[in-house]
C-alpha cells in the first residue's frame, strides 16, 4: 500500500479526475473531502464490508431468529 | 390478445430452481452496493405473508441473496428525509412513493447478532418494478442496528 503523510488542506490527485483534501483533523477523526466525477461511487469502507457479509446470509434457522424477534415486539 | 407472459428460469443456491414470470423481475439500475453489475432480481416471500423477513434474491447469480425487512416493524420512527442528496440523485420526486426496505445481516456463528442496515435502506418502486439502494448521510442511522437486545435472549423468563 502506498502510504503518504498529509496535512490539513492539502491535498492528493489520484487519477486525471479525483482530487482528495484533507478538510480537517481532530485527535482520531479526519474528514475529507472528495472530488470525483459523479460515475466513481464512493463508500465508507465498512459499508461495502456489510453489505458483502449480508450478500450470503448463512444457512441458520430465520424461523427461530424470527420467534425471538415477534416475542420481543409483542413485549413492546 | 395479451401475448402468453415469458417465464424465467434460473437457479438459487438457497430456493433451488426458480420459475418467476418476467414480469415479477425487478430491475436494480444502480446495482446493490459491493454489486454494481448484478441488476435484475425477484422478491421472494417463502412464508406467504407469515414472516417479518423478504428474500431479494438475485437472477443471475445464484449466490447473491439479501434479507429484507419492513424497518417499521423493528425501528419506529425510521424514515426518510427528502433533501438527502442521494434521494435527489433517483429523482424520487418524480416517483411514486416507494416501499421501504432494510437489508438485514445474520452473521454466521452468532446468529442472535442479527442487525439492520439503515444507513443504506432498499426503496422499492413497485409500479415500475425498480429498487434502489440509498445512503442515508444525514440521519446518523446505524449501519449494523441490532434487532435483538441481550434482555431479548435469556432463557425467556419473565422481567
Same mark, same amino acid.
Not at chain 1, 464512493?42 to 461495502?48: A, K, S, T, V, W
Not at chain 2, 422478491?43 to 412464508?47: A, C, E, N, Q
Not at chain 2, 452468532?110 to 418494478?129: C, G, Q, R, T, V
Given at each position: 500500500m502506498l502510504v503518504l503523510s498529509r496535512k490539513k488542506d492539502e491535498k492528493l490527485i489520484i487519477g486525471d479526475n479525483i482530487e482528495i483534501t484533507i478538510v480537517d483533523v481532530k485527535g482520531e477523526t479526519v474528514k475529507i473531502g472528495i472530488n470525483a466525477p459523479t460515475e466513481i461511487k464512493?463508500?465508507?469502507?465498512?459499508?461495502?464490508d456489510a453489505m458483502r457479509e449480508a450478500a450470503t446470509p448463512p444457512e441458520v434457522d430465520l424461523g427461530e431468529l424470527e420467534s425471538k424477534l415477534k416475542k420481543k415486539k409483542d413485549i413492546e | 390478445m395479451s401475448e402468453p407472459e415469458t417465464t424465467l428460469r434460473f437457479h438459487s443456491s438457497r430456493f433451488g430452481d426458480l420459475e418467476i414470470p418476467e414480469s415479477k423481475t425487478i430491475q436494480a439500475p444502480e446495482g446493490i452496493i459491493g454489486f454494481p453489475d448484478i441488476t435484475r432480481y425477484v422478491?421472494? /416471500? #417463502?412464508?406467504a405473508g407469515q414472516s417479518l423477513f423478504l428474500w431479494l434474491q438475485a437472477v443471475d447469480d445464484p449466490n447473491l441473496a439479501f434479507i429484507l425487512a419492513n424497518p417499521l416493524d423493528f425501528i419506529p420512527g425510521y424514515t426518510l428525509e427528502t433533501s438527502e442528496p442521494d434521494l435527489m440523485r433517483i429523482n424520487i420526486s418524480e416517483k411514486s412513493h416507494p416501499a421501504l426496505f432494510v437489508i438485514v445481516t445474520v452473521p454466521q456463528n /452468532? #446468529?442472535?447478532?442479527?442487525?439492520?442496515?439503515?444507513?443504506?435502506?432498499?426503496?422499492?418502486?413497485?409500479?415500475?418494478?425498480s429498487i434502489y439502494q440509498v445512503v442515508l448521510e444525514s440521519g446518523n442511522w446505524p449501519l449494523r442496528q441490532p434487532l435483538l437486545a441481550e434482555d431479548d435472549l435469556g432463557s425467556g423468563g419473565v422481567q
Open positions: 464512493i463508500y465508507r469502507g465498512e459499508l461495502l | 422478491l421472494l /416471500d #417463502p412464508s /452468532d #446468529p442472535d447478532k442479527i442487525s439492520a442496515n439503515l444507513l443504506a435502506p432498499i426503496l422499492y418502486f413497485e409500479d415500475e418494478n
